[in-house]
């Protein structure tokens, strides 16, 4: 694709990372990379020096393929069995009970799939506003992680449900996980001064925090409150958890992330860490394919995570591409209009929550991932030099042991999705100014 005819003013350069890859190559979205880019020995080096990482598979296999096989210890074949079980009984003098296991249980016995291969961990992550619509949810995946030994709780005194709360809940899960909370009070306290434990050590810090939209706003009406709530979030990791990736869910994303991301730089921090969720848009391009084709797809979506600056590439899919060229344009809008569409549904009350949470997880996961030192592949929303005049853009990008460790090229585009490269450039490009005049507005620390 000649990008410089198609974008006018706006040119497209090198890729700041990686190779160009074409529409047939391109790597499936939350797959692992399994290529000569895997980590180099440098990088390795700092997985090995996470001290609580103990064995580093290669290969994770995507979501859509991990359903458990079963195993052969559950398998039972052939006629009932009688199991004998000796248990103390509290009512009469100890016995052995019996139990005769139904028939219904009996399962045709199955060669045993290799299991889905997870990369291990001992993980601290963060959910900053962690007792709120998404950060509840959100902070249940993440204490079932098995990567996630550590999920530290931020939120506010009024909070709908106090954090401690939220934490005493998770507490009760099996597994591994510990849960912490932290509480800071409205219009008082500062995270930079009150949540130095909950951020020291982490590894990931989620930000749901801030405030949702209501039917009838802008994602931009959310501007100025939601960077100041994140400034106050991000300053305190620059403080006690630098190397940690910070993923901004906190909406406008196409404005928060590159304020936030400028002034992490004002500090002289890696903008490698610094990550723009916009996984939920990837969730529902693949939802509603699959609803249509029957088959499961693995969309990218580019561009900017608000309206049209929403770019999904059905194109780049075998679902997605089996859908006629006439029913793409209705199917791109319906992505791009799904937040307005939950916002609507939830009559005031709210915004996606639970498919946001189930998309921010799937986000982190591919971060734990990428630091346990296998690379991974997911489109997010992070400073990159695709095209210029956009210094943000969404993107597949891989991470890997430092976070960001690749942004791909957009890959092959079809004329429609040419055309609406076209249209979200300037768009997106103005909501990138209002993140980056307000960066050069404010400071860390005020
Ligand atoms: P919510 O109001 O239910 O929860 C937000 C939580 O953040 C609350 O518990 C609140 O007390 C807390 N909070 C506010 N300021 C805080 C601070 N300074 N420190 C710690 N906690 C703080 O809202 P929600 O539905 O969870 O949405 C949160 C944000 O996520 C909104 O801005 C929304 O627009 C955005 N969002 C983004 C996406 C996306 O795809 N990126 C999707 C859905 C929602
Ligand atoms: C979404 O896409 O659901 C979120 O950005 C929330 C919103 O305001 O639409």
Redesign the pocket.
Known sequence: MAAQQVFGNVTTMAPRIVQSVGAASLPQVGQPIVTTRMAAPAAQSTILSQPTIVSQPTVIRPATTTIAAPQAATVISGAPQTVTYAQPVTYAAPQPVTYVQPAVYTQPAQPVAAAPVEPEGNFKVCV??G?????QPLSLLMAQCPMVAELAI???N???VPAAGVEADLSHIEGKCKVTSTV?TLNEDK?IDKAGDALTGCHLVLV??????KPGQD?KD?LNI?CD?AK??VEACAKYCPDAVVAL???P?NSVVPAMCELWKKAGLDPRKIVG??T?DIVRANKFVQEITGSPASIPVIGG?AGKTILPLFSQDPAGASIPAEMIPELDERVQNA?TEVVKAKNGK????LS?AY?GARLGKAVLSGLAGVPTVECAYVESNLFEGLPYFSSLVEFGPNGIQAVMDVGQLSEHETARLQELCPILQDEINDGLEYAQTHEFGQ
């Open positions: 900053v506003g007792a709120g619509g998404i950060g931020i939120d506010l009024v909070a709908m800071l995270a749901p925090a801030g405030v949702p939209r994602r959310l939601n709530i106050g979030t869910i906190v909406n994303v969720v916009t939920l995570h937040g709210g915004s996606a929550t946001m998309s």
